[in-house]
């Protein structure tokens, strides 16, 4: 797997040569995007590295992008290829860095963010920790943080409310999702994205969590009859360097990225709010959707008594099993970042 990705750069800084980093040449980047079957990826990421930047640079800049899953790079160890150098610019999706660093996960957790504002509160709180760490603990640098749409409930058979999920095999993507399906006497299925619908349509899963918008993408719409809209997560992604390639860099090009980055990951915000909205629009058929994917799904409301039983599995469950994860100075980072901000204290001990 690691061999796959040496094309990518097999030393720190691979992808500048020494020659480009002194010179008025043009600086050639090699980059790693995100999940590669998504709009996210095919209208905004890739648009911005190939089109934006060599006009914005005015020629001094030009990138080649490649989508993680395409690439032949494991998601589980991108945190690690871009320590190394190996991939020197590279995205990683928390939910799979968090399999090895669970403290990472502490801003998507299932059942804390019930909206994006919620989500930015989270993240805002959480993000200082997160840069520092990276940049000194993995000599990572935190050059945009991307999100994709909320993760919601595709069920095959009669939904109503979260106590529907007991006894049902649900496809999960990561450990807080997992305890969030647990908490409820339900069946969690860790499986991968492309896995879904044939899951769905052998009978091996009766519902599965995932993103508006890429289920409805997936045909799950055609496979599943209820959308149960709540929010359990979201899907954060970091968008980082190795260390010695940022740093290679001429000092104009990084401010240019500095500058233009975060506006990428401003529109990849809106953009998942839109997709949220309109994979729900899509899936039930509703005359607003453009797309040719409609499907003839239930949407289920989301009613008073399942928001307050999201925030008790959240407290009660998800929060003290990603304590448990985590190293022991997790209950002290809670307590300087997320919880004070959200009025969210930690479980009494036993």
Known sequence: MVACAAAWGSVPAAALTDAAAKSAATVKLRVVGGVGNVSQFTQLEAPFWTQELPRLSQGRLSAEIVAFDRAGIPGMQMLQLLQLGVVPFGTMLMSQVATQYPQYAAPDLAGLNPDMAHLRS???????????????????????IYIYPAQVLFCKNAFTGLVDLARRRTRVSSSSQADFVSALGGLPVRIGFTQMAEALQMGTLDCAITGAASGNALGLQFLTNYLYTMPLNWGLAIFGANSAAWKALPPELKALLRSQLPRLEGRIWQSAERETAMGVICSSGAPACTDAKRGRMVVVPISAQDARLRDEIFRSTVLPRWLLRCNADCDVLWRNTIGPVRGIALPAAP
Do not use: Q, V
């Open 122 to 144: 989270s993240l805002s709180a959480f993000r200082p920790y997160l840069e520092k760490s990276l940049r000194e603990e993995h000599g990572i640098e935190t050059l945009a």
